[in-house]
């Protein structure tokens, strides 16, 4: 079955810089990216999503990289600010179908 | 349009009790997800729903954990009898036309 590898466990960036988090999965099957963004004590809510026919998807300063090649893909926030302080996980699935989570990145702003 | 609701928010149960969770998910979604989320993890799916039929309940522990949705609407998870590793918050989900999944607020359940 699909396996999602998220890396780091925890990120630490200085407000304003860029944060990278990085995705694996084993399922080149999988169609479907979606990433979640889960603050403290909340609900998951989606952020941002891609599908395999795309290589990259911007949504102001969020996007996502897609290679199915490496069967990886990213999430890049630019211009950092404290209420991107989170936990985001990276997840993938086919057609729909049982959408595999990774064990998610804490997103640490630092002022 | 409202959000998916579930109670209770809170529950509190010594092992071997039982316990039920209700989710009722955005109208007109017909597809319902159960997730559990051990506090530092991800959500690991329990069961899937299209309309009242299971599409996926491979991770549902079937000796202790039970899911219905009836009427293709609200759904509600049971455990009977609980155990201290159940400890998470229970997460419902409902997707639509999209694939986005919408959640509601979840369940933290406590074992002792």
């Known amino acids: 079955g699909e396996n999602v590898e998220q890396h780091p466990s925890t990120l630490s960036v200085q407000e304003g810089d860029s944060a990278v988090i990085k995705c694996t999965y084993s399922?080149?099957?999988?169609?479907?990216f979606p990433w979640y963004k889960q603050e403290l004590g909340k609900r998951p809510q989606l952020i941002i999503d891609i599908r395999s026919n795309v290589g990259e998807k911007k949504d102001q300063r969020i996007a996502v990289t897609l290679n199915k090649t490496a069967k990886h893909f990213s999430l890049h926030i630019t211009e950092t600010q404290p209420e991107d302080s989170a936990v985001y996980f990276c997840?993938?699935?086919?057609?729909?179908?049982?959408?595999?989570w990774g064990a998610g990145t804490k997103l640490i702003i630092k002022p | 349009e409202a959000g998916v609701a579930q109670s209770p928010r809170y529950k509190i149960i010594e092992k071997r009790q039982s316990v039920a969770f209700w989710c009722n998910p955005i109208?007109?979604?017909?597809?319902l997800y159960w997730y559990q989320q051990i506090l530092g993890q991800g959500p690991k799916l329990l069961i899937q729903?299209?309309?009242?039929?299971?599409?996926?309940d491979s991770q549902l522990p079937k000796d202790r954990f039970s899911a219905e949705r009836l009427k293709g609407v609200d759904s509600t998870l049971k455990i009977q009898p609980a155990k201290l590793e159940d400890s998470a918050v229970y997460l419902c989900?409902?997707?639509?036309?999209?694939?986005?999944?919408?959640f509601g607020p979840g369940t933290r359940l406590t074992v002792l």
């Open positions: 729903f299209q309309n009242n039929g299971v599409v996926d």
């Open positions: 989900a409902s997707t639509g036309a999209s694939d986005e999944q919408f």
């Open positions: 399922d080149s099957a999988s169609n479907y």
């Open positions: 109208s007109g979604h017909a597809t």
């Open positions: 997840a993938a699935s086919k057609n729909n179908y049982q959408l595999i």
